[in-house]
């Protein structure tokens, strides 16, 4: 039997890539957070995304502190959250720096918003609480609209690359129950 890892403790810092390893071991969905930059839509990927709270409805980004995301989105900024199906690949490779000469987004509407068509489910959030974290920034925001879109498998990141996962589609009752919940 192997002897578990362990490193750290009050005078032995964590090695970056030993942290960044045991993360990759926490399976995530895939998100992209579309804003507007200069009054055009832009977008980055993210999969450090978290519900805060119900009530009130809160959500959690966490974004690199040198992304350009954190020049166009402070308190007060509304956003798009976009959670990615799986064959939305391309979208999350796109935005997440590794942009395709000539692709375009299929960048849709919400009121002022922009998100991205044919994503899971949309959230447009107002930011009411940024937080710097060591090299990156929290961004708290207040959940103002959801919308849900065709349902089917989610794009999901493990253990450094994208993994496929067997999933069936929830059933979202009239009054907004999720089956199972």
């Known amino acids: 039997m192997n002897a578990p890892l362990f490193q750290g403790g009050s005078t032995n ?12 071991l926490f399976a995530t969905g895939v998100t992209v957070v579309t804003y507007l930059a200069d009054g055009e839509p832009a977008g ?8 805060v709270s119900l009530d009130p409805p809160l959500v959690m980004v966490s974004v ?34 590794r942009p395709e000469e000539g692709f375009k987004p299929p960048f849709s509407w919400r009121g002022d918003i922009v998100v991205l068509d044919g994503s899971l ?10 937080h710097p974290a060591g090299d990156h920034h929290l961004y708290i925001g207040e959940v103002e609209d959801v ?4 349902q089917r498998r989610p794009l999901v990141f493990y253990s450094g690359k994208y993994q496929q996962v ?12 999720v089956e199972g919940w």
């Open 13 to 24: 810092p964590v090695d970056p890539k030993l942290l960044r390893a045991s993360m990759g």
């Open 44 to 51: 980055m990927t993210a999969n450090a995304f978290m519900s």
């Open 64 to 97: 690199r502190s040198s992304s350009r995301f954190n020049q166009w989105v402070g308190e007060g900024v509304r956003y798009g959250i976009n959670f990615l199906a799986e064959d939305q690949r391309r979208l999350s490779g796109h935005f997440g720096g």
């Open 121 to 130: 489910a949309h959230i447009v959030a107002r930011t009411v609480d940024v």
């Open 147 to 150: 919308r849900f879109g065709e």
């Open 166 to 177: 067997l999933t069936q589609a929830p059933t979202i009752t009239g009054n907004a129950c």
